[in-house]
Nanobody
Framework: QVQLVESGGGSVQAGGSLSVSCAVS????????MGWFRQSPGKEREFVAA????????AYADSVKGRFTISRDNAKSTVYLQMSSLKPEDTAVYYC?????????????????WGQGTQVTVSS
């Protein structure tokens, strides 16, 4: 059984920075594509960023490109999302997810296991 536990997040003013992390237990972490998604009230869950198992390839939604950085530490089975220049529209519950093998994907249906989510709130 694969389990994901997010931590970090919280509240920050616009222009500030926050970091969230996701620790994965079970399975073979280095073989997983890891994704970050977010969902705000009344909206569908949307892709934020992804990173392949080796960490060599990353991908970002246009809305966060240049502001967010995804990284991973396979020795710690943890994936990170560093967020800077935050905007009120970044306010959402942030979820990490695993996808076994293959390339990265922006489709949530391609991911197999999900964390419980962590709230990020950006005030203006």
């Amino acid at each position: 059984q694969v389990q994901l536990v997010e931590s970090g997040g919280g509240s920050v003013q616009a222009g500030g920075s926050l970091s969230v992390s996701c620790a994965v237990s079970g399975g073979f972490f280095s073989r997983y594509v890891m994704g970050w998604f977010r969902q705000s009230p009344g909206k569908e869950r949307e892709f934020v960023a992804a990173i392949i198992g080796s960490g060599v390839v990353t991908a970002y939604a246009d809305s966060v490109k240049g502001r967010f950085t995804i990284s991973r530490d396979n020795a710690k089975s943890t994936v990170y999302l560093q967020m800077s220049s935050l905007k009120p529209e970044d306010t959402a519950v942030y979820y990490c997810a695993t996808k076994y093998g293959g390339s990265w994907s922006r489709r949530s249906n391609d991911y197999d296991y999900w964390g419980q989510g962590t709230q990020v709130t950006v005030s203006s």
